[in-house]
């Protein structure tokens, strides 16, 4: 196995190359623009800093989704600690989230925004990004029938969320 890429330039011109997909995906995983630079920020840095750790024969984008992944979860859990501390003393308001979708966001931008951080993932990985289910089973860390019922039940979601009225429910 090889520890190192080609050069660290041309890793380094690989990562540059996946910052519009990094930050698209950022953007679905944290709903917020500024988490989302601040969470490509930190896995640029992190994949930077681990590059031995990548094989040069396997997906680089896949590599760094699962740093992405990984650190949203480990920022989640921070806050949900920090939330719990915040509850605990008092002060409710700064441990609630801001509001999601600015007023000019698309309808569709909105629905995935309400999706679950796991559908909203799997969404991003796959009907976004373009991964194979197989791809973005791994990044996420599932299996692939756990990522293929997320995105079945994402798809459900965003069918009703988007067009509501054209798929009344059957009355039995």
């Not at 969470?39 to 740093?67: N, Y």
């Not at 679950?116 to 976004?128: F, H, K, S, T």
Request: aromatic fraction near 4%.
């Amino acid at each position: 196995m090889n520890s190192h890429p080609a050069s660290p330039a041309s890793f380094g011109s690989e990562l540059a190359a996946l910052v519009p997909r990094l930050r698209r995906f950022g953007r679905l995983l944290t709903g917020h623009p500024q988490d989302a630079d601040d969470l490509v920020q930190l896995a640029l840095e992190r994949a930077w800093q681990h590059q031995a750790r990548w094989t040069p024969d396997t997906r680089l984008d896949s590599w760094v989704f699962r740093i992405m992944q990984n650190a949203w979860i480990d920022e989640i859990r921070a806050r949900q600690r920090q939330a719990q501390v915040l509850v605990d003393g008092a002060d409710v308001q700064a441990a609630a989230a801001p509001e999601s979708s600015p007023l000019d966001a698309l309808a569709v931008r909105q629905a995935v925004a309400r999706l679950n951080d796991d559908q909203r993932a799997a969404v991003a990985l796959v009907l976004i990004e373009g991964l194979s289910y197989k791809e973005a089973a791994q990044v996420l860390g599932v299996p692939i029938g756990t990522l293929t019922s997320r995105l079945a039940r994402a798809r459900d979601q965003l069918q009703a969320l988007l067009a509501p009225e054209e798929n009344p429910p059957c009355s039995a």
